[in-house]
Every structure is written in C-alpha cells, then in structure tokens.
C-alpha cells in the first residue's frame, strides 16, 4: 500500500511562486511514476505534470510548462511541484499520484494511489 501526503498549498497573489511536496512510502519512487493532478471547483481533475521512474524523464501539461517544475527526493522520498509565475486559473486542489502508467495513460488520470490534496489559491 502506498501512502501519499501532500503540504504547501497556500494563498499567494498572482506572479507569485509556491512549491508543492509530497511524502512518499518508502521506495515508492523506485517502483512508480509520479504526477500532479490539479481540479478546479466544477472542472474535471486534470494532469498537470509527471516524473518517471527514478526521474529519468518529466512531461507537462501545455499550460503550465515553462513555469512548473516537477522533481523528486528519493533520499527523502518527496516529490516537489515548483510553481513559479501562478496565475488565477491555476488556483485548484492538487492531488499527488503515484502510477505504474505513463504518457497518455497517464495525462488521462489512470493512476493507482491518490494522495488527498492541499489547496492553492492564487488571487488576481
């Protein structure tokens, strides 16, 4: 059983930087690929960016690529959302997710562990 936790939602104003973590079971990242989810109030759940098995490859979504930066602690057993520049539309509850798919499969939310999300509001 995986166990995923994540802190470092905030209020911060628009431009302004957050970084995201999330504690891990031991070994989880040798044995899964890692993601953020994010889910707007009467929105669907939507990929956000995701880290590979011991962190060999990353993707991103188109709207926050550039401005997002997703890495992982293996010592620590952390995962990490750097959000650098946030904007309004990136306010949203971001889930931590641990999956043995990747890619397409991925992005669609196909995962196997969900953490239970810290909240992020970023006013205009």
């Known amino acids: 059983q995986v166990q995923l936790v994540e802190s470092g939602g905030g209020l911060v104003q628009a431009g302004g930087s957050l970084r995201l973590s999330c504690a891990a079971s031991?070994?989880?990242?040798?044995?899964?690929?890692m993601g953020w989810f994010r889910q707007s109030p009467g929105k669907e759940r939507e990929f956000v960016a995701a880290?590979?098995?011991?962190?060999?490859?990353?993707d991103y979504a188109s709207s926050v690529k550039g401005r997002f930066t997703i890495s992982g602690d293996n010592a620590k057993n952390t995962l990490y959302l750097q959000m650098d520049n946030l904007k309004p539309d990136d306010t949203a509850i971001y889930y931590c997710a641990a999956s043995t798919n990747w890619g397409p499969v991925l992005r669609q939310g196909h995962t196997d562990y969900w953490g239970q999300g810290t909240q992020v509001t970023v006013s205009s």
């Open positions: 031991r070994r989880t990242f040798n044995n899964y690929n």
């Open positions: 880290i590979s098995v011991i962190s060999t490859f990353t």
